[in-house]
C-alpha cells in the first residue's frame, strides 16, 4: 500500500495511491468518524506524521477506510484523480544521512555507519526543481533507499527495529561535489554540500512495510533525460536497517516522522540546468524532478 501527501484546496491532504487515482484519506477518515462511531466533530488529519503519533498509520486504519467509502459508494466524492504531489513529510523532525554505506572502489569500508544530518530547508517534492546555484560547478544526483521512522524509541534492538519502521521512500542525495571534494582536502565538514537549498527531492510516496518484499534486495535505477545512467541494488548495502536503526537510537531518541537515507552505490556524472534527473527504486517508485538555473 502506498500513501501520498497531495494538494487539495490549497491544502495537504494525506492519500491512497489506488489504480484509479488518490482516495482523500483525511476527508474521508473524517466521514467514517462522524458516520461509524458518531463523533460530532471528526478532527481533518492532514498529515502523516499526525497519523503516527495517533497510532493510525497502519494498513489496517487505511484498508478500513477505504471499505468504508467502497461500501457506501463514495468512490467519486473522495478520489482525486489529478493530484499535486507533495514531499510525504515535509518538516521531518532528523534527516539522516550515510555518507558511505556502500562499497566504492578505492574507498575503504567503514568500521560504523558513517552518519551526517541534512537541513529540512533543503526538501523539495516530487516534480518540483533542482536549483543549480551559482558558483557551484559540479552538481550530482544520489540515490537512496529511505527509511521513516513510526514510532518514538531509544536503544532499540535490530531484533526490533521492523516494529518502528513506517514505510520506506526515495531520497535523492543531491551533492555539491566540487565543493565537497575541497571541504575533504582541508578536512573540515561538508554537510552544507549537501544541504543546498532544493538539494532534497523526496517521494513520490510513502510504500508501507507489508508491500515491500526485501528492503535488502531492491534494484535501483538512475535516468537523466530518459536514458539509464546507473543500475544498482540495494542488496550491496553495508549496515542493513535494523542494525541502522540499532546503532542510531544508541545516541539519538528516533521519532515519529524522522527519516534514515540509507546512502547511495554510485555516483553518477554530474547535472545541468535544463535535465531532468528520474530515481527509480523497485517496489518503491519514481522519483523525478528538473534541473533549473539559478534566476
Known amino acids: 500500500m502506498r ?147 513510526g514510532k518514538e524509541g531509544s536503544h532499540i534492538s535490530r531484533a526490533d527495529a521492523n516494529e518502528y519502521v513506517a514505510g520506506y521512500t526515495l531520497l535523492n542525495d543531491v551533492t555539491a561535489r566540487d565543493l565537497q571534494n575541497v571541504a575533504y582536502e582541508v578536512q573540515r565538514p561538508w554537510s552544507y554540500t549537501k544541504g543546498v537549498d532544493t538539494f532534497t527531492p523526496i517521494g513520490p510516496h510513502v510504500v508501507l512495510p507489508g508491500a515491500v518484499s526485501d528492503p535488502h534486495n531492491l534494484a535501483m535505477t538512475m535516468r537523466v533525460n530518459g536514458e539509464e545512467i546507473e543500475h544498482a541494488n540495494t542488496n550491496t548495502m553495508l549496515f542493513q536497517i535494523p542494525v541502522l536503526i540499532e546503532y542510531i537510537s544508541q545516541y539519538m531518541r528516533l521519532e515519529p516522522g524522522d527519516m534514515i537515507a540509507t546512502g547511495t552505490p554510485v555516483h553518477p556524472p554530474g547535472l545541468k540546468p535544463g535535465d531532468t534527473v528520474e530515481l527509480e527504486i523497485e517496489e518503491i517508485g519514481v522519483l523525478s524532478n528538473p534541473v533549473v538555473a539559478d534566476n
Open 3 to 149: 500513501i501520498a501527501l497531495f494538494a487539495h484546496d490549497d491544502h495537504n491532504h494525506v492519500g491512497i495511491v489506488t489504480d484509479f487515482g488518490i482516495l482523500d484519506f483525511s476527508r474521508a477518515y473524517q466521514a467514517l468518524q462522524l458516520i461509524q462511531h458518531g463523533d460530532e466533530s471528526p478532527q481533518l488529519i492532514t498529515d502523516m506524521v499526525a497519523l503516527m503519533k495517533a497510532g493510525l498509520f497502519n494498513a489496517e486504519t487505511f484498508h478500513s477506510t477505504m471499505m468504508f467509502v467502497f461500501e457506501h459508494h463514495l468512490n467519486a466524492a473522495f478520489t482525486v484523480t489529478d493530484p499535486m504531489l507533495r514531499t510525504p513529510i515535509p518538516q521531518p523532525g532528523k534527516l539522516i544521512a550515510l555518507g558511505g554505506n556502500y562499497s566504492h572502489p578505492g574507498e575503504e569500508d567503514p568500521d560504523e555507519p558513517p552518519l551526517f544530518f541534512k537541513p529540512t530547508s533543503s526538501i523539495i517534492g516530487p516534480g518540483e526543481p533542482i536549483v543549480f546555484r551559482r558558483g557551484l560547478n559540479v552538481v550530482e544526483p544520489e540515490i537512496e533507499l529511505t527509511v521513516i521512522i
